[in-house]
């Protein structure tokens, strides 16, 4: 008869994905997920898969989370566009400077996106996402009058999507919150009409 589990998938994910957050994936061990979750490889294997599953298994989480943060912006705030922009945008600068760390999904896209095709396709599939609660976001604006018609609504998105993590960038680089929310404030100017 086979044991029961004794712990929390969802803490021991959180563990994990702490853990990959702060080392880095080359760098974290399956001896370091035993340690750090408190629980073997041979109840990890089985629950997680291997270090690239549970990976994924903490990427994907944490990913889902982002849409779901966004969306609720976009849901709540549908009357200003212009305000829905900035508060994504200020979002990821603020939970950075709260946590003390970088965004998890920029965090590996720089790690192993380029050697790791299910990575990337995990990344992208999330991008687009993300792209398109910028893009629902940008054509309520259009339609309102108060972002510019001649913009691609297509391109914008992209651009806005993107440019969250150049902003990330120039924090971890500065550390200067009031430059980073000026940078933003720029770019809500070139959109508005």
Known sequence: ??????????QKLDIAMNLFWAQG???????????????????????YGDKK?????????????????????????QLDAVENLKKILRLAIDESISEGRTCLAVKIAFEISKTDEEIIRLLSKNEKMIQE??????????????????????????????SSSALLKKYALNKNRKEVYD???????????
Do not use: W
């Open 1 to 10: 008869m086979g044991r029961n589990k004794e712990f929390d998938y969802d």
């Open 183 to 193: 940078m933003i404030e720029t770019l809500i100017q070139m959109v508005k009409p």
């Open 133 to 162: 609660i910028y893009f629902q976001i940008i054509k309520s604006g259009q339609e309102k009058g108060i972002i510019r018609n001649n913009l691609n609504t297509e391109v914008t998105a992209a651009f806005f999507s993107s």
């Open 53 to 77: 599953d549970l990976l994924i298994k903490c990427l994907d989480k944490y990913l889902k989370g982002k849409v779901i943060e966004y969306t609720k912006i976009l849901k709540e705030g």
């Open 25 to 47: 994936y080359h760098s974290t061990s399956i001896s370091d997920l035993e340690n750090h979750m408190g629980i073997n490889r041979s109840s990890i294997y089985p629950t």
